[in-house]
């Protein structure tokens, strides 16, 4: 039988195969469209955690409420919590990244079998962001101090600074377009130590310890000294596969609610979650 010649005697037959091909067609493409997304486009999964064992900061849940609205509205699923357990080896792995919202001495309301996962993540290829006072350990907990480079050692009144730009990074998501210097408003930290020349570690921003009073005036305080010269306020860390951001900003939700902080932040949380900086400079167009 000639398939070609029935086909052409017969147009219903035609138009029934035409229909058939149409409807391949559009299940093909409906299949493609239910594909995950590329990596660029692919949500980022993030995790907050905030329990705290030293001083709290008042602004906590207004920051994590703000993050959550902030990821909403671009690829950022936020994961809230003050429990433990969702830190466990086995949670961490649907994570790009922990952010740590002023979570101080984390040493303390982790035990040492809580911790241990988390530096493990790490090292597998995890990143840990850390917001202004979750980098408060006061010593309690050595593994994440090391990774951060620095631990607490007091700050100032929530007062305007100067931001010193590293001139490597001038174009860098991070600064948000900023270059050289400009001023900002927060409280800022100071820390036992600078960070600079550790291995793997990038300044982006520094103060200019010129412009403000560094250490506040209280006797808790009165062996602390300023830092100096050289104060970063916001740096990374690559680690082997571990990438570690900290900044400065986040003591509440008027220091991060700017045009500088929101870029800013953004910006750090795709670094952190290894994306990179191409698929950051996208995402900020």
């Known amino acids: 039988m000639d398939v070609a010649a029935s086909t052409i005697d017969n147009p219903h037959t035609a138009l029934f195969n035409l229909t058939m091909i149409q409807r391949l067609t559009l299940l093909v493409l409906t299949a493609l469209l239910a594909l995950p997304a590329a990596r660029a486009d692919a ?90 006072a979750g980098i408060v350990q006061n010593g309690t907990w050595p593994e994440l101090i090391e ?71 209280i006797p808790f305080y009165k062996d602390m000294k300023p830092m100096g010269a050289d104060h970063p306020i916001c740096w990374r860390r690559t680690l082997g596969k571990g990438r570690f951001f900290f900044t400065g900003l986040g003591h509440d939700v008027r220091s991060i609610d700017t045009d500088f902080g929101r870029p800013h932040l953004l910006a750090g949380i795709r670094w952190t979650a290894g994306r990179t900086q191409e698929e950051t400079n996208k995402a900020g167009e």
């Open 43 to 132: 949500p980022i999964e993030m995790i907050v955690y905030s329990k705290t064992s030293w001083f709290r900061h008042p602004d906590i849940g207004r920051i994590s409420g703000y993050l959550a609205v902030l990821g909403s509205k671009h690829g950022i699923n936020v994961s809230i919590t003050e429990d433990a357990k969702d830190l466990s080896a086995r949670n961490l792995e649907q994570y790009d990244l922990i952010l740590f919202n002023n979570s101080t001495n984390l040493g303390e309301s982790l035990t040492v079998e809580e911790r241990k996962p988390i530096i493990e993540w790490f090292h597998k290829g995890g990143g840990i962001m850390v917001m202004h």
């Open 147 to 217: 990774i951060a480079g620095c631990d607490f050692h007091g700050d100032s009144e929530f007062v305007e600074a100067r931001f010193l730009v590293d001139p490597k990074a001038e174009g860098d998501p991070i600064v948000a377009g900023k270059s050289r210097e400009f001023t900002y408003t927060a409280d800022w930290l100071n820390f036992d130590k600078s960070v600079t020349g550790l291995p793997g570690v990038e300044v982006l921003l520094r103060l200019d310890e010129k412009s403000y009073v560094p250490v506040r005036d």
